[in-house]
């Protein structure tokens, strides 16, 4: 039943069972369509700035968002200038690489940005600024 031994055969044996490496294929498939559920997609259009070099950020941080008309998120999340502050500081309690994670739209300007960096500065982290590659 199943499969035939014969022990006193000097042939090699010339089959080749592809059923583990399915299975083991298929896990691997699984895992990953599970591991992309996991990927944080926020819902703020913004046009980033463009940069030759770039790296990704690899630790778990908190993010910042300005878009053109001046709004401020906090993680995704809308929120105003006041509470930014707070909600930041409240964000990185506890977390030992204290980074924010700028993605500032290319038409914000120049002031608006600074003031978004000088809060970030008064909560004692480091700043990440957000860009596309360039291509």
Do not use: H
Not at 67 to 85: H, I, M, R, S, Y
Not at 91 to 107: E, F, H, P
């Amino acid at each position: 039943m199943g499969m035939d031994l014969q022990e006193d055969s000097d042939e090699p044996i010339a089959n080749i069972n592809f059923i583990p490496m399915i299975d083991i294929s298929l896990v691997l498939l699984i895992i990953f369509m599970v591991a992309t559920t996991f990927v944080n997609v926020t819902g703020i259009d913004l046009k980033l700035p463009k940069a030759s070099t770039s790296k990704s950020a690899d630790t778990k941080n908190v993010s910042v968002q300005l878009n053109p008309q001046k709004d401020v998120f906090l993680n995704g999340e809308k929120t105003d200038w006041e509470a930014l502050k707070a909600g930041i500081q409240g964000k990185l309690t506890g977390a030992k690489d204290r980074a924010v994670i700028l993605n500032i739209d290319r038409g914000v300007d120049y002031g608006s940005a600074v003031k978004l960096m000088d809060i970030i500065n008064q909560c004692d982290a480091a700043i990440v600024l957000a860009t596309e590659v360039d291509k």
